[in-house]
C-alpha cells in the first residue's frame, strides 16, 4: 500500500511553524502499519509531505521517488547496487535509513554516485533493556523452563540458574547501547571489563583477549564493520571460560555463527541468547511455520536447550521507533537545508 499525503498537525516541534513553502517531500521505504500511523500523525508538525509505501525500495517502484531528494528506508531489506544506480538516475541525493547500523546498504558506491547515506539515533534505552532481559533469561534457562511447562512439565530443570551478582559480564562496544547496558548492570552487583577501539566510559576497559578470559557472559554492541565482522570467531570463542554465556543484540555476523553452534553442541559454552543471526535476511520478520528454513545453524540453534532465539526484535518499542521516525525526517531537512545553501 502507498499513499502520499500531509498528516494534520499535532504539536509535534511546536516552537517551529512549517509552511507549505517548507514542507519536505520524503519517500518512506518498508514503513510497516505502525510506522505508517505514527508517521501520519507527525507529518505535518514536523513540515514532512510523505509517500509511503510498505515495500522495500528496488528498481520496480523507484518511481514513487518522483520530486523527492530524501528517501527514508528500513533495516529489514538489502538495498542492492542497482538499486542505488537507479535512485540516483531518479534524483535522489540522500538515504536516512532508519536504524543506527547501515550493513544493508553500499554506502562507499552510494557515495561514487553522489548518494549521502546517514543513519539515525534512537533511544539506547530499547536494546539495552533487552539485552539485559535477555541476560537473565539465560543465565536461568528461562527458554527451557518455558517451553516445558507450555507442556505443562513443571518439574525443576537439572541445571540450576546463575546469579549475574556472583559472575563477571565483558561488554564489547561501549557506545550509547553498550554504557546504557553497563548503567543497567551496576544494579546487580556484578563485575564489569570493556573493550572498545574508543574508550567512551568510566569503564574497566582492558584488551580484547583478557576480556574473554574473564567473561562469563559476554555481550556484543559494536558496529559490523570488515574489522568486526566474525570479531568472535572460534579462536576466540575458546579463550572465553568455559561455560560461558554469548548475548548478541548487535549484528548477527559480530559472530562466527558455525564455530559458536559448535562450542554449544559441544558443552564448550554454557549458552547464548541471539536476537540477530548471520544469514536472517528472508528469515526473520516472515512467518516461516510452513515452510523449511534455508538457514541450517538457526535451527541447530533452535534445537538447543541453553539456546535463546529472537527474531531482532531488541529496537522495537513505541518509544524507539518515535525516535527513528523523528530523526530520519530530521536528517533529511538538514540535507534539504544544506542543499538550499549550496543553490
Not at 520478520?285 to 545453524?297: F, I, Q, S, V, W
Amino acid at each position: 500500500m502507498t499513499s502520499r499525503e500531509s498528516a494534520p498537525r499535532t504539536g509535534v516541534l511546536a516552537s517551529w511553524a512549517p509552511t507549505a513553502a517548507t514542507a519536505v517531500g520524503i519517500t518512506f521505504y518498508g514503513c510497516e502499519q505502525d510506522e505508517a500511523l505514527v508517521l501520519r500523525e507527525l507529518a505535518a508538525g514536523l513540515g514532512v509531505v510523505p509517500t509511503i509505501t510498505q515495500a522495500a525500495v528496488s528498481e520496480a517502484n523507484i518511481g514513487l521517488t518522483a520530486g523527492n531528494r530524501c528517501i527514508s528506508v528500513g533495516h529489514k531489506a538489502r538495498i542492492t547496487n542497482s538499486t542505488l544506480l537507479a535512485l540516483n538516475h531518479a534524483g535522489v541525493e540522500y538515504i536516512s535509513t532508519r536504524s543506527i547500523g547501515c550493513n544493508h546498504i553500499d554506502v562507499d558506491y552510494a557515495r561514487s554516485l553522489g548518494i549521502c547515506v546517514e543513519t539515525v539515533a534512537y533511544s539506547p534505552d530499547s536494546v539495552a533493556d533487552y539485552t539485559v532481559m535477555l541476560m537473565l533469561m539465560a543465565l536461568r534457562n528461562a527458554g527451557s523452563v518455558i517451553r516445558r511447562a507450555a507442556v505443562h512439565d513443571y518439574r525443576l530443570n537439572d541445571v540450576r540458574g546463575k546469579e549475574l551478582g556472583d559472575l563477571t559480564v565483558g561488554v564489547i562496544g561501549t557506545g550509547r547501547i553498550g554504557s546504557a547496558v553497563m548503567d543497567r548492570l551496576h544494579g546487580f552487583g556484578c563485575r564489569m571489563v570493556a573493550f572498545d577501539n574508543r574508550p567512551q566510559t568510566s569503564a574497566d576497559y582492558l584488551p580484547l583477549d583478557e576480556v574473554l578470559r574473564l567473561s562469563d557472559v559476554l555481550t556484543l554492541h559494536t558496529p559490523l564493520t570488515a574489522d568486526t565482522h566474525h570479531l568472535l570467531n572460534g579462536r576466540r570463542i575458546q579463550q572465553l571460560k568455559r561455560g560461558a554465556f554469548v548475548i548478541n543484540t548487535g549484528r548477527g555476523s559480530l559472530i562466527d555463527t558455525e564455530a559458536l553452534v559448535a562450542a554449544l553442541e559441544s558443552g564448550r559454552l554454557g549458552g547464548a541468547a541471539l536476537d540477530v543471526l548471520e544469514g536472517e535476511e528472508g528469515i526473520f520478520y516472515a512467518d516461516c511455520r510452513n515452510k523449511p528454513l534455508p538457514n541450517e545453524n538457526l535451527v541447530r540453534l533452535q534445537k538447543l536447550p541453553n539456546v535463546i532465539v529472537s527474531p531482532h526484535t531488541a529496537y522495537y518499542t513505541d518509544h524507539a521507533l518515535r525516535d527513528a521516525l523523528e530523526n530520519s525526517v530530521a536528517n533529511c531537512r538538514k540535507f534539504e537545508n544544506r542543499k538550499q545553501r549550496w543553490i
